[in-house]
């Protein structure tokens, strides 16, 4: 006699808007920095098939920066321009050919930006001094506040420049939608432009997106809504947000359940738990650490959730998710061992 077992829970599909994931597991965004002037290559390519092939069900991109000042180095990829779209779509439809959905994660890196490749220091490029062949350039966030060490602090955006960035994620969604994507995520996590927004160490605005809660969730649940606005209904969002920030005291887990309660109003399918945007660490680290805030946010909020952060074991995943902690596991340097 046959026994037919019903497959392990992180191997059910998953039904995201237009499209379902074979299974529950992701390719979790990490930046190769392997871009030239943004654009993809080989390298690229071969990175991401390979876990495709390897049996993913969705293969997420790494941040692709909306702007050419928006990248983290000068090695990242980029959405800015329409040139650009044919090295991505190669990308899409390598991963899509091998069955998996692929995703891409879309951002600014704001006050972060203009920093060494990591061989070449993973520190903020001096002002007016080439290092390592790269040059620095100019930085943005929501106010003139250093969230590190730098020879100029970032330009607090002003009317102007919002709009200009807001267009400019809108534009970089609708290319991405032209590569083949079959899902985006808007990085508002890791201390980028929109996390610069969301946290009170580094956002202290006088205006309609400064000072209250409210008023710091304001501009990055308007780039949310304008994308979801000009991307397809069939096509799932996701939003990467830091959970908690280093600090304590700073932003904390019930304003990521607020800030989640407006992301999925506004048609957020699925909301990706990191954590740690400005300040230093202070939290428990160890295996699934992050985990708590994707449990956390799903039970408070009806959205899906994906958990990620030192999730290195096929049986800690199935727990993940069998126990209704996460929806989705997304794997980090685990995938980079073992694809």
Known sequence: MVVRREAPGILQPLQLRGVTMRNRLALSPMCQYS????????????HYAKFAIGGFGLVMVEATSVAPEGRITHGDLGIWNDMQVDGLERIATIIKTNNALAGIQIGHAGPRASTLQPWHGNTPIP?????????????????SITCEPRDIAPVA?????????KGEFVAAARRAVRAGFDVIEVHSAHGFLLN????????????AYGGSRENRMRFPLEVVSAIRAAIPESMPLFVRISAVDGSRDRWTIEDSVAYAHELSALGVDVVDNSSGGFGVFHYPMGYGFQVPYAERIKRD???????????V???????????????IVAIGHAALRDP
């Open 313 to 327: 074991d096929a049986k800690q995943a199935e727990d993940i998710v069998t126990s209704g902690r996460a929806d």
């Open 35 to 46: 871009a030239t002037n943004g654009f993809a290559n080989d390298y690229h390519i071969a």
């Open 196 to 207: 610069s927004f969301l946290s009170p160490l580094t956002n202290e605005r006088s205006d």
């Open 157 to 165: 955006l002003d009317d102007t420049g919002l709009d200009r960035m």
């Open 127 to 143: 002002a007016e001094t080439e290092l390592a062949g790269e040059h620095a350039w100019p930085t943005v966030s929501a106010s």
């Open 301 to 311: 909020v009806p959205v899906a959730t994906m958990a990620v952060g030192l999730i």
